[in-house]
């Protein structure tokens, strides 16, 4: 249980990077000639601030220079005289009553999502390599990570947590993911606001905070609320130059651009997307400025060239790998990675596959896919399909063609967070239209709205609700939520470091672990891995024992923590042929335990010394 | 933001060529009404319930 001054020290650890961030970005904004209001100049500033902050943890963590807390907080402290308002825009008018209450609602909403990302890291991804890495680079400089293969990709938005996990308050990092939620909500009320109206606006920030896809990642160091965030903010730039002709929203969109390519690779991807819209838009940019803005990008992503180049050989990996090298990994390695990305959706690529995806965005039981955007995208935005403008057509088109890619290549809905707002505000649009149709329609509309409020609501008090409880008893959630890892976790600690683990809460462990799976390590298949490619099934055998033996002797692995299938061990094997082999030959021993603890299922752990 | 003056066809400052660009957006469509209108509302609403349903009660339909 934690006590009441250690929660204000996680709450410190949550809110002090996130308010630096905000600093720096603040005092981006002039220079930049970013005129805005309110909430949409938080979020502008939070945005590019954190952007900014990135590169400068890669530059003093690359130099193994400390990021304490407490220099964040001189940096929000001198940041906050930049708060005063922005007096060379005019401020909006107030809205109706409903409006200003939706907006309160709205404000409270993203309260709880900040609380609630200060609960333990439960979220897969985040801790089984995305916090374990940034531990690492936190207690030494940036460097590559044997057998973490995720350290060899962008990192931007995971640097952002580092403050708070060398602070030692790993669970106050995902405070920056709710950032990120909020920033992302307040672009959307503010653009949904300028196409549509007031109240439009303020609907579509509310439901950005409260759609599954919000409740799912904010709380966690997941990194596509971020990459979404700068890739949003790229593609609302290279819009907003069609629109006004500012080649000031030329170069944000450049640095949004390298920002979002820092944070995950497929954004860039972003960058094509991003020139096509701004040349195509009815406004084409001078050479000039499309120069400078190509520099800003080449400027903006230099430093992660420099930082693939030093631990990989390679500053484009992992592309080109057959030219420059592939690291530590094999081309074979990147390529089932890739693969491994399209599985999240099992359908065909054909016409058919992709209507399928279409329905099961909406009303599908795909976790990577269904339900999680919900239904006012699909309910709405097609009656904001009438009379666009040539801007507006090319901006719709190309997210359309963004999309299509998304679907062949990664379908998890996660890795379109940059296009998912701008369903938001098609949404506002087209729901502004028929609001606009009488009172009959905004009474409907009203009662819709209240159902899904009340329906998202559920949703969120069942996530949320056991985080905040979890703020003064960590423990209690984390057996709840994944009880399996904190049995494994008690088994790690009995083991002799370095322990092999199948996959897991890498960061929950008291001791170094080496983790089994090959997307992890990316140098060990530990058994055979089998698929279906193009619809012909494939085999990738597993690494040959003395292959294998020699590899996790490299990496100090001294013992196996292993999930068993019944008969649990009494048989003397675990189910794994080459563990099962080594048990043969005597060099590895199954330790004798009567009762093992839990995994998962009717699976137990086991624990196998390697001599 | 404030606009920039423009030069006109004279290439002198000031006259109707200071007025802002015209917005990039067309003018509102109408509102819908009657039949359609009726039609869009019943769209939303279905939408919106068989959403809720499928997820209150976790309808698995094999998507």
């Not at chain 1, 996990?165 to 307040?186: K, Q, T, Y």
């Not at chain 1, 008090?461 to 008893?473: F, Q």
């Not at chain 1, 619809?535 to 100090?556: D, H, I, K, S, Y």
């Amino acid at each position: 249980m934690r006590a009441a001054p250690e929660i204000v020290r996680l709450v410190f650890a949550g809110i002090v990077p996130d308010l630096a961030y905000l600093a720096l970005g603040l005092w981006m904004l002039r220079p930049l000639g970013l005129a805005a209001r309110g909430a949409e100049r938080l979020a502008l500033a939070f945005i590019l601030g954190s952007g900014v902050a990135s590169l400068a943890i890669l530059l003093l963590r690359g130099l193994d220079v400390p990021v304490p807390l407490a220099a964040l907080a001189a940096v929000a402290v001198l940041g906050a005289a930049r708060l005063r308002p922005d007096t060379t825009t005019r401020p909006d008018p107030a809205g109706a009553g409903w409006v200003r209450a939706v907006d309160a609602a709205t404000l409270a909403l993203a309260g709880l999502t900040f609380v609630a990302a200060l609960a333990p890291e439960t979220s897969w991804d985040g801790f089984e390599y995305h916090l374990p890495m940034v531990r690492a680079w936190s207690e030494g400089p940036i460097r590559a990570l044997p057998a973490v293969l995720d350290a060899e990709f962008r990192a931007g938005v995971d640097l952002l947590y580092l403050p708070a996990v060398a602070a030692g308050a790993p669970d106050a990092a995902a405070a920056v993911s709710a950032g990120f939620a909020l920033a992302l909500a307040a672009l959307i009320r503010a653009e949904a606001r300028r196409r549509a109206s007031p109240g439009a606006g303020v609907l579509a920030g509310a439901f950005a905070l409260l759609v599954p896809f919000t409740l799912d990642a904010a709380p966690t160091t997941y990194v596509d609320l971020g990459v979404g965030a700068y890739g949003f903010l790229a593609l609302l730039s290279a819009d907003r130059w069609n629109r006004t002709g500012s080649a000031r929203a030329l170069g944000v969109c450049a640095l949004a651009l390298a920002f979002a390519a820092n944070a995950k690779l497929h954004a860039f991807a972003l960058c094509p997307a991003a020139l096509a819209i701004a040349t195509l838009g009815g406004r084409r940019p001078p050479a000039r400025v499309l120069a400078g803005c190509t520099g800003l990008v080449f400027a903006g992503v230099a430093p992660w060239l420099v930082k693939a180049a030093v631990t990989s050989g390679n500053p484009f990996f992992p592309f080109l790998g057959g030219w420059l090298g592939t690291g530590a990994t094999t081309e074979q390695v990147l390529s089932l990675r890739r693969f491994r990305l399209s599985t999240d959706f099992w359908m065909d690529r054909g016409v058919g596959g992709f209507l399928r995806y279409l329905v099961s965005i909406h009303v599908g039981s795909n976790p990577h896919v269904s339900g999680l955007i919900g239904p006012l995208p699909l309910a709405l935005a097609p009656f904001a399909l009438q009379r666009v403008s040539r801007a507006t057509t090319v901006l719709a088109v190309t997210l359309a063609g963004l999309f299509v890619l998304q679907f062949m290549a990664m379908p998890a809905l996660r890795f379109g967070a940059p296009l998912l707002p701008f369903l938001a505000i098609a949404a506002a649009v087209g729901g502004a239209r028929l609001a606009r149709a009488g009172p009959a329609a905004r009474g409907l509309l009203g009662v819709a709205f209240a159902l899904l409020a009340v329906h998202h609501g559920a949703a969120l008090g069942a996530r949320y609700g056991p985080r905040l409880a979890a703020l003064r008893d960590p423990a209690a959630y984390e057996r709840r939520v994944f009880p399996d890892q904190v049995a494994l976790r008690e088994v790690v600690a009995r083991a002799e470091p370095v322990v092999a683990i199948p996959m897991g809460a890498v960061l929950w462990m008291p001791k170094p672990v080496y983790v089994l799976l090959w997307e992890r390590n990316g140098e060990l298949f530990f058994q055979d891995l089998r698929g279906k490619r193009d619809g012909e099934p494939f085999v990738v055998p597993r690494t040959p024992q003395a292959q294998a033996r020699a590899l996790l002797a490299r990496r100090g692995v001294r013992s196996l923590a292993l999930d068993v299938r019944p008969p649990h061990p009494r048989d003397g094997r675990v189910g794994n042929a080459t563990v099962d082999a080594w048990l043969r030959e005597g060099t590895a021993t199954l330790r004798a335990d009567p009762d093992p603890p839990r995994a998962r299922g009717d699976r137990r752990w086991v624990i196998v010394d390697l001599k | 933001m404030r606009a920039s003056p423009r030069r006109g066809h004279s290439g002198r400052l000031g006259g109707v060529t200071d007025r802002p660009p015209p917005p990039s957006e067309p003018p509102r469509p109408p509102t819908l009404r009657g039949a359609r209108l009726a039609l869009a509302l019943a769209w939303v609403v279905a939408v919106v319930l068989i959403y809720v349903a499928v997820r209150e009660l976790r309808l698995n339909l094999g998507l």
